[in-house]
């Protein structure tokens, strides 16, 4: 498949379309930003990690946990071939211990463990900030079907029992993470997106370091480091 023009750049991410119009080619790039793109900064290396440990964990979800994603080739360290999806508008968060926002808005001080996994929903708007919505706002909006919506939540269950025992396997404490979700030409939802250190939170079993993108948003220090201690935990590279 042929590179064509670019169609759009992210905080994370490019996004080319090919000469094929079922499929782009995504391109990761080392750039980090939070709080809404206030704070800026590199992590090198940061694309190729969160490049390649996606697109390993998206492999293994279709296989072993029957989750369908816009994953199709790993074209380099950096690039990736994936379906051409509709974004559904949302940032589809999963917690399974007290932490971040979670901790702030209800009072819950970060690592207490969650009775159940929760799920919660953020409307993806720069502008608005992403403000958290609700089941029946995002219908009475139009920014899913309730048949969408009930397939997502389904699918986010999913991806965190499968990956809560994956990461458990590599002493890691899967803390929360968000994904995000596509529509196909032909109607499917699928799993888009990423899943890395910026979009996770990884806390060692042992010692409770953080190993993801919370290096950066407070300062902790060793960023790359973490970045590259999570990649050798899951690829062993
Ligand atoms: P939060 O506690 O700040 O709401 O973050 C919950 C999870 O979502 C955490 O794993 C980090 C991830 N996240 C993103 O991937 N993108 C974002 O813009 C934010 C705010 C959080
Ligand atoms: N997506 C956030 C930003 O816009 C980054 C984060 O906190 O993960 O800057």
Not at 181 to 192: R, S
């Amino acid at each position: 498949m042929i590179k064509c023009e670019q169609m759009y750049e992210g905080k994370a991410k490019k996004v080319f379309a090919t000469d094929d119009e079922n499929y782009c080619i995504v391109s990761y790039k080392d750039n980090a930003t939070a709080f809404n793109g206030v704070k800026k900064g590199t992590i090198v290396g940061k694309g190729v990690v969160n490049n390649k440990m996606t697109n390993y964990l998206m492999r293994k979800l279709t296989a072993e946990a029957d989750v369908p994603t816009h994953f199709v080739e790993e074209l380099s360290d950096r690039e990736t071939l994936v379906k051409r999806v509709k974004i559904v508008p949302l940032e589809v968060i999963i917690r399974n211990i007290a932490a971040g926002s979670f901790s702030k808005r209800f009072g819950v001080p970060e690592g207490t463990e969650l009775k159940c996994p929760t799920l919660e929903y953020c409307l993806k708007d720069d502008h608005l900030g992403d403000p958290m919505i609700n089941d029946s706002q995002i219908i009475a909006i139009g920014a899913a079907t309730p048949e969408d919506l009930d397939t997502i939540a389904d699918y986010a269950y999913r991806v965190n029992d499968y990956l809560k025992d994956f990461f458990a396997g590599v002493n890691i404490d899967l803390v929360d993470f968000k994904i995000e979700f596509g529509k196909t030409a032909d109607g499917q939802i699928v799993l888009a997106d990423e899943i890395s250190p910026d979009t996770c939170r990884f806390w060692d079993k042992t010692t409770h370091e953080k190993l993801d993108k919370d290096r950066f948003r407070r300062d902790l220090g060793n960023v790359e480091e973490a970045y590259g201690e999570m990649m050798r935990r899951v690829l062993g590279e």
